[in-house]
């Protein structure tokens, strides 16, 4: 089984963000065509630029052209539409009043209009605004200088009163409160001569100035001391016996 083979097909789009002149010239270096072969391929029919092109050769084609700003696509050799047959055009028929010229054909697919021209006809087109009329009698200007608001449209700022103390910084280790701001406080006398040093671990309370501490009564009558060993009621976790299984166990004969 032979390997499938593929056309490149050029409708003469180009790639959003190219110009068409720079396309142009780009595809007339590298096919190395003149520039009237080049404006041939830009008529909206299917053009093949390659053909019989195995799978990766074309895939490589396809991304050199696309590069150069050219939109095109790969088809399979057996479904090209370059292998399509042409329409034959309309024979023109003869009467005896007059001879009518034949129709041009009609060319199906996509084209390229001209830079700069409107899409839309003349009757899909959007109405033109209206202009809108604006009455400027009752406004005026003002000279450049000078504040856009009248003086009796001035709000009128309350300034806050901050009374700030003559304040001056002291020298180091200066007073700095002054003689008549001094508190004079009354010193205490302490009489001394009874005055002594006790021992070491002595008591320094005097009995009259020791306070009294009751002892508290605890009734331990019903209290006493079990033997050990005894039960003392408390709850006894509920342990289920092991009973292993020993069907599988034998003795052997010391003698032996």
């Known amino acids: 089984m032979s390997a499938p083979e ?7 789009d180009i790639v959003f963000g190219h110009q068409l002149a720079e396309v142009k010239a780009k595809l007339q270096q590298l096919f190395k065509a ?3 072969k080049i404006d041939a391929l830009f008529t909206g029919r299917p053009v093949p630029l390659k053909r019989n092109l195995d799978e990766a050769t ?7 052209l696309i590069k150069a700003g050219a939109m095109v696509e790969v088809c399979s050799s057996d479904t090209s539409p370059a292998n399509a047959a042409p329409k034959p055009a309309p024979v023109p028929r003869r009467t005896a009043e007059a001879i009518v010229p034949a129709a041009a054909p009609v060319v199906s697919g996509w084209t390229l209009a ?7 006809p003349a009757k899909e ?13 009752g406004l005026s200007l003002r000279a450049a200088e000078g504040n856009l608001v009248d003086v009796s449209e001035v709000h009128e700022e309350i300034h806050a ?7 001056g910084l002291a020298a180091v280790g200066a007073d700095l409160i002054s003689a008549d701001e001094k508190l004079e406080l009354p010193l205490v006398e302490i009489e001394l001569e009874d005055w002594d040093i006790a021992e070491a671990g002595s008591d320094l309370l005097s009995e009259d100035e020791r306070p009294i501490v009751l002892p508290a009564i605890v009734e331990v009558g019903d209290y006493g001391l079990a033997p050990a060993g005894s039960d003392l009621g408390q709850l006894k976790p ?3 016996p092991v009973t292993p299984d020993i069907s599988g166990l034998r003795l052997a004969d010391s003698g032996k």
């Open 6 to 12: 593929f056309d490149i097909i050029f409708r003469g």
């Open 34 to 36: 003149d520039t009237a």
């Open 58 to 64: 074309a895939n490589k084609y396809r991304d050199a």
């Open 114 to 120: 001209p830079l700069g021209s409107d899409l839309l």
């Open 125 to 137: 087109r959007p109405v033109a605004p209206v202009p809108v009329s604006v009455d400027i009698s």
């Open 161 to 167: 009163q901050v009374i700030a103390p003559d304040l």
């Open 238 to 240: 509920t342990v289920k």
